[in-house]
């Protein structure tokens, strides 16, 4: 994305640009079923990771 203004520009824009989705592996099996194994994160850039849980344990 561009922004162009005209004159003074401050630089007060903050944006979110939602989570980041990744694909870890995309099967097709014999009976025609996409298994499909994905993971997403939203970590903003003012935040600060405090602590990590995977199905509730803390890493």
Do not use: F, H
Request: proline letters at 5%.
């Amino acid at each position: 994305m561009y922004i162009i203004v005209r004159g003074e520009y401050e630089d007060k824009l903050t944006m979110d640009l939602g989570p980041r989705g990744y694909l870890d592996s995309c099967i097709l099996k014999e009976n025609y079923q996409l298994r499909l194994q994905v993971w997403a994160a939203n970590i903003p850039p003012e935040n600060i990771v405090e602590e990590l849980r995977i199905n509730g344990k803390l890493k």
